[in-house]
């Protein structure tokens, strides 16, 4: 019995470790890049788009963006549509390669060029997200509540303040539990492509 | 102590998932494709990459590839460099979209067009890896042993029978356990720019 019991402690430290994942802050209030993000969840990646704050404008050296979001924040927003308090994206910026290996056409990715974050986190942050650039280290100051971050995926987002209208299997949840925001729903209905 | 042992059980049943999340085969062989593959971990993604099966060769309508793999496995090549046995890929092909929000440039992934597998399972399989085509359905036979796919990862892939060149995370991990393929180590010799 004492060895069934110390099996299921166990058991339970490592379940409770797959919620623990949101994000982590020092004292003096710096986020630390998570060094297992590359585990979190994908949801989706683009090449060469010009909205990404790091994006390459030059059409000939375009860049891949990957997001990923904390494993129990992506499980509260596929039963929701709703991102949790103490949810953090992390997007992944890399250049573009198409000579390699036995590509003759295409692009495929190479080395990180830069890495962001946003986090929702209401206690800390007055505008509830918040936005992040690593700049090559382990840990990133929140920038200012008044930045082309924040003012950009308040205006343009399709869920809260995230850009959920590139992650296409998280728009079809947000449609289905009717969590679009109203000024994405009447851009949509004006310039249909824009879904 | 009722209720503790009840949760704790419930716990082991959580954390036993984990590992348990290599391919499923039905009785008569049928392979299955997992609901929750992108929760997997995600390896990399191309854009327009001619070499991928199902990828379009049509520059005007390039498509996206996301691969992921089953989270156990994963780990077990972050430890080792080398895949175990009932290793597990998810090749998901989605179109590309250039049009819609905020975008004035680039591609952003859409509509799921194509899913495939590999699957390392020694048992079942006497070439080791076998490759799966899922035409729309939830499950695959796998391909002959002669197929293309098989002869193109077995001719070119850097790590066994994976493409862990087109894996910028992998690809260092492989390098620093000396893992690489002799074949491909002498193509990157002979064509440094094949990495």
Not at 8 to 20: E, H, K, R, V
Not at 135 to 147: E, H, I, V
Not at 170 to 190: D, P, Q, Y
């Amino acid at each position: 019995m004492k060895k069934i019991l110390i099996l299921a402690f166990a058991a339970l430290g490592l379940a409770g470790q797959t919620t623990g994942d949101g994000p982590q802050f020092s004292p003096d209030g710096q986020l630390t890049l998570p060094k297992d993000y590359r585990q979190w969840v994908f949801l989706s990646s683009g090449l060469g788009m010009t909205y990404g704050p790091a994006a390459s404008g030059d059409p000939a050296h375009p860049l891949f963006d990957n997001v990923f979001v904390n494993p129990s924040a992506y499980r509260a927003f596929i039963e929701t549509g709703h991102w949790p308090d103490k949810t953090m994206f992390i997007l992944e910026i890399r250049s573009a390669t198409g000579q390699g290996s036995i590509i003759n056409a295409g692009h495929y990715q190479d080395a990180v060029q830069a890495i962001e974050a946003e986090v929702k986190d209401e206690a800390r942050f007055p505008q509830t997200f918040a936005y992040f650039g690593f700049g090559g280290k382990d840990s990133a100051t929140a920038l200012p509540a008044d930045s082309s971050c924040n003012s950009c995926h308040g205006q343009n987002a399709a869920v809260e303040n995230t850009f959920v209208q590139f992650y296409p299997t998280l728009l079809e949840v947000a449609k289905a539990k009717g969590t679009l925001n109203a000024a994405f729903l009447r851009k949509s209905i004006a310039e249909p492509v824009a879904k």
